[in-house]
């Protein structure tokens, strides 16, 4: 079994799977709770003034018969007494040594900053988690993501931290900003060790219609909140990403957080270059067991890769993630329809009719018929396939449950743009498969034709001609 | 005679129809969600071509996800206006669910029926006017029969501004879909509703005249003749549906103890006075899915039913999964026997007389057996009550004694007289009754507006 084990800025973790600061980590018994369950660390639900939170408190949206797609909380920091949670905090450090305890911080005033650091350390907590993500309730107040918003405030409060630390001070970004690049510069400057992204988006999870209220609702009125959950891992990927892969700031080690609920969802964030994950919503909606699966599918994944630790996992996909202009302009695929799978219900030919590029076909149509249906190229050649699936079809050689083949699409492969919708929308897994073609060109990409300065249209000058004709 | 034009029909209470319980009974909201979740929304379903009345399954389905439930039920009912019954009552397995990609997946179909039944349940609970009415065109239509032939029409016809004169011979309306539909399925109660519903809805243009049976040449008060219609109405309507049971005609047949499917059943449904009292065992004569009906039935109410039929079970006329449901509550089969005579003992019903047979017909010589029973259950087909139909000048039968029209307006040869249903297709669903009476009035409403 690969070792899980992660050393993230000096902080030892038995597996990189912690909980993010959040109700999952609200007390000590919940922590301990979840420690038993395999999880590596927890960060504590974050500390700071006293404040008092709202009912209700959290909006989610549904996709279909799936809930919580996305979740939204307009949840301040814990509304529990700070002398509480430090004891807590002492009681689990005592009893699970070897688990990470993350203190989560969120003051105004350096002195408040000076003190609540203190606190923190003597009460036993690994490192310190700066909150500058928050972005409902306390940002408002000069704090949370009001704080990440601004490089030059991020820096200045980072460098206070830093100065009264004595464990390693980890920076919460905020997702709620135009460039991540300048927050995350902002703090390689101020010294910190660690980033730790991304908090809650800005969000309004939508309108009770009978009331005219937006969601969710307190008495008369509503807020904005944070959006976290499934929904927001691939902003999440891509806020890591920028950071991992940019010259000097992915020098700081990385917490990825954001939709992570699976073993896949943890390796992908590593992959990108994420030392360590955290959970939030998946935890809120399943419960702290689903780590099992994490580790587990986690250690599997690194055994069948013959890696023999996840620190070889880490970092692996960046390289691949460049530039639009540094992309291959001669690579193509095409949609290719396995007729034994395909179930007949053509939502492929829809969304490539009204949503791409009119290339998928019915068998047997006239052209007439092609050309009303809005086709406004036909195929130069139909596949041997539709061509008897019609003829068995017109000679009523199909069995009950057959599926009739003139309702089983194909690709005009010279149309097919490889755009990739069909094979998203197809309901029957391995059913579109988009397959490589040989375009007998060599590898160029848009940035080498403005190096040559030659022919700027992708595609080439006979792309547009062609375009022209119809 | 009664004459409704609006009515809170209910049939009496203590019927053993009461004794039932839906096997599908009406979707909550979220089962609903669930399963409209699952549709694929596919293009050009294949469910919507097996559809008789080409409902729009996947664009009503999609509103039942969205939360637009009316707007599904207008999709439903635009194609369909007795979608509430049909979503109960339809065979759906060898209709619309049967076509559904699902199959072909290996998966089990979309519950189209059950969905389309919320649908429309749903929707006429919250707000029953769904449409709104054409404005008045001065013609009014007689409708021959209560059965949803006739009611479907009706109610289309009053949408599009006519009025409708509906003569049915039984005191209860609705036809076999009040007094057939087996009780796990639909209740009598809840065809009732419906017609009260389309009732509502024609806002008064719908007359329904009760116990008043359309004859060749009127004697009594309670029966108009067919020259009557024709003179005073602008179009007439038949939807006679099929006549009384057949018989075996074997001997021993009249007398208690005997009696047909559909009269039966109708009792059983209808009819508080009907009791098993001392039927332990009963005898279904019959293989196709009235019998079925017959024997499930007797056999959900604890009677030991077994249905005779005179062929194989692969050559079975009734449907397959209704067999199978049959079965599972106890229903037996014995197959390849022919009923030859009804013994009885001093008038008493004793036991049926079966030959075994061979390709339906007894075979000469061989031994015949004594099946005992209580009481034996003819469901051998229905005769045709459409002689009625020739006392309309130029109406024609078929051989079969099948109303003849044209399929594509459902004309009959006179060119006042139009006819749907189980006297022009010789007996199917209500479904397709449905299908046949939408024809109708799209061809009546069209000659009657001077198109032709
Ligand atoms: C036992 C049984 C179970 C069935 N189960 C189902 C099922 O589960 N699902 C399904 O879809 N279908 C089922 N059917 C079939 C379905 O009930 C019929 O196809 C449908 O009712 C046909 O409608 P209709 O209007 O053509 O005729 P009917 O329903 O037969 O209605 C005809 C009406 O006309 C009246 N009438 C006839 N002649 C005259 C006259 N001269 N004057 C006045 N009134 C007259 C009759 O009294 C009757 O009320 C079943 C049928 C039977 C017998
Ligand atoms: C109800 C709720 C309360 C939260 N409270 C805090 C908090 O006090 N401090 C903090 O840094 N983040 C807080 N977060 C943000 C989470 O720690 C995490 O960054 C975010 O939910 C994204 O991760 P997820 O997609 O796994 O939920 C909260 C999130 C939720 C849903
Ligand atoms: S979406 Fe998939 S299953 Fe449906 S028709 Fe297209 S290829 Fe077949
Ligand atoms: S075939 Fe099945 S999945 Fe497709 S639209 Fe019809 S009910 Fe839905
Ligand atoms: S009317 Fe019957 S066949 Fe048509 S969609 Fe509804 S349930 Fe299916």
């Known amino acids: 079994m690969a070792d899980l084990s992660v050393d993230f800025c000096g902080i030892k973790s038995p597996n990189p799977f912690w909980l993010a600061s959040a109700p999952p980590t609200n007390t000590g018994a919940q922590i301990m709770r979840a420690f038993d369950a395999g999880w590596g660390g927890a960060v504590w639900k974050t500390l700071g003034n006293p404040i008092v939170n709202v009912s209700s408190r959290f909006g989610g949206i549904d996709y279909g018969s799936t809930r919580m797609m996305g979740l939204n909380n307009i949840e301040l920091i814990t509304d529990r007494p700070l002398d509480v949670n430090l004891r807590e905090i002492t009681e689990v450090k005592k009893r699970y040594p070897k688990h990470v305890v993350i203190a989560s911080l969120m003051v105004e005033t350096k002195d408040e900053w000076r003190e609540i650091i203190q606190k923190a350390e003597d009460a036993g907590a690994d490192g310190l988690e700066l909150n500058f993500g928050c972005p409902h309730g306390m940002c408002e107040r000069g704090m949370g993501s009001a704080v990440g ?64 209220i937006p969601l969710p609702r307190v008495g008369k009125y509503s807020t904005n909140g944070g959006y976290c959950g ?36 943890a390796a992908e964030f590593i992959a990108l270059g994420a030392t360590t994950v955290q959970v939030c919503t998946a935890v809120m909606h399943y419960g702290y067991r689903i780590v099992e699966d994490m580790i587990e599918g ?33 690579f193509r695929v095409v949609a290719d329809v396995n007729e034994e799978k395909c179930i007949g219900c053509q939502l492929c030919y829809v969304a490539c009719m009204d949503g791409a590029h009119q290339c998928i076909h019915l068998p047997g149509r006239t052209e ?23 003829a068995l079809a017109n000679a009523g050689q199909l069995g009950p449950r057959a599926v009739p083949g003139t309702r089983i699409p194909f690709v005009d492969e010279d149309e097919c743009i490889g755009c990739n919708l069909c094979s998203l929308v197809c309901p029957v897994a391995g059913c579109i498969t988009m397959k490589e073609l040989d375009s007998g060109k060599p590898v160029e990409t848009w940035n080498d034709r403005i190096q040559k300065g030659t022919n700027l249209v992708p595609g080439g000058l006979d792309a547009t001609e062609r375009a022209r004709r119809f | 005679m009664d004459s409704h034009s609006s009515m809170n029909l209910r049939l009496p209470p203590g019927r053993l129809e009461e004794r039932f319980h839906e096997k599908k009974p009406l979707y909550d909201e979220h089962e609903a969600l669930t399963e409209a979740n699952r549709c694929l929304y596919c293009v050009d379903a294949p469910c919507v071509t097996a559809c008789p009345t ?39 397995e060898t209709l619309c669910a049967g076509a559904c990609v699902y199959n072909a997946w290996e998966r089990p179909p979309i519950q189209i029926g059950r969905l389309q039944h919320y649908a429309v349940t749903t929707a006429i609970a919250n707000k029953p006017d769904l449409f709104e009415l054409a404005p008045e065109t001065g013609k009014t239509v007689a409708l021959v029969g209560a059965g949803p032939a006739s009611i479907a029409a009706a109610g289309w016809l009053a949408l599009r501004g006519h009025r409708a004169v509906v003569f049915e011979k039984k005191t209860i309306p609705g036809g076999l879909n009040t007094l057939g539909i087996a009780p796990y399925k639909m209740k009598g109660d809840a065809a009732l509703k419906e017609i009260a519903w389309v009732l509502g809805l024609a806002k008064g243009r719908i007359e329904l005249r009760l116990g008043v049976d359309v004859v060749a040449g009127a004697a009594g008060a309670e029966e108009v003749s067919a020259a009557a219609l024709l003179a005073d109405y602008d179009a007439v309507f038949l939807g006679l549906g099929l ?183 010789g007996g199917k669903e209500v479904v397709n009754a449905v299908a046949e009476a939408k024809v109708a009035v799209l061809a009546i409403h069209s000659t009657l507006m001077g198109a032709n």
């Open chain 1, 368 to 390: 007439a018929e092609a050309r009303k249906a809005g086709h406004l190229h036909l195929p130069a050649h139909v596949p041997e396939r539709a061509v008897k699936a019609v």
């Open chain 2, 54 to 92: 080409k409902i729009d399954v996947p664009t009503f389905i999609h509103k039942v996800a969205t939360g637009n439930v009316r707007g599904a039920a207008r999709t439903i009912l635009t194609e369909n206006l007795l979608g509430e019954s049909c979503g109960q009552v339809c065979p759906v």
């Open chain 2, 243 to 425: 006549g009384a049971d057949s018989a075996m005609g074997v001997p021993g047949e009249d007398g208690e103890g005997v009696v047909g499917a559909t009269a039966f059943i109708e009792r059983l449904k209808a009819d508080p006075a009907l009791t098993l009292d001392g039927v332990q065992r009963a005898i279904v004569v019959g293989g196709g899915n009235t019998a079925l009906d017959a024997v499930h039935e007797l056999a959900s109410l604890g009677v030991a039913a077994t249905m005779v039929y005179r062929r194989s079970e692969a050559k079975m006329p009734g449907y397959a999964h209704e067999l199978a449901a049959a079965r599972v509550d106890g229903a037996g089969l014995v197959e390849d026997r022919a009923p030859i005579e009804v013994v009885r003992a001093s008038g008493k019903l004793v036991a049926l007389r079966v030959a075994p047979a061979k390709d339906g017909k007894p075979v000469g010589g061989a031994a015949p057996e004594d099946l005992p029973a209580d009481l034996v259950i003819v469901a051998i087909g229905q005769n045709r009550a459409t002689q009625i139909a020739q006392a309309f000048a130029g109406v024609a039968l078929d051989p079969k004694g099948r109303v003849v029209v044209d399929p594509a307006t459902h004309r009959t040869g006179n060119a006042k007289v139009w006819s749907g249903g189980d006297c022009v297709n």
């Open chain 1, 230 to 265: 499934p929904a927001v891992k691939p902003i999440a990927l891509h806020l890591l990403s920028q950071l991992t892969r940019h010259p000097t700031i992915k020098a700081l080690p990385m917490s990825g957080i954001g939709g992570i609920g699976t073993w896949r969802d």
């Open chain 1, 298 to 330: 986690l250690s599997d994944f690194l055994d069948d890769r013959g890696m023999k630790s996840v620190n070889e996992l880490r970092g692996l996909a960046i390289g691949q993630y460049q530039e639009w202009g540094d992309l291959d302009l001669s």
């Open chain 1, 149 to 212: 918003n601004e490089p030059k405030v991020l820096e200045e409060i980072a460098r206070w931290a830093v100065s009264f630390a004595k464990t390693p001070v980890i920076i919460k970004l905020t997702p709620n900003v135009s460039d991540i690049v300048e927050p995350g510069e902002a703090v390689l400057r101020s010294g910190a060790h660690a980033i730790s992204l991304i908090n809650t988006i800005k969000s309004i999870m939508g309108v009770d219609l009978e009331r005219m």
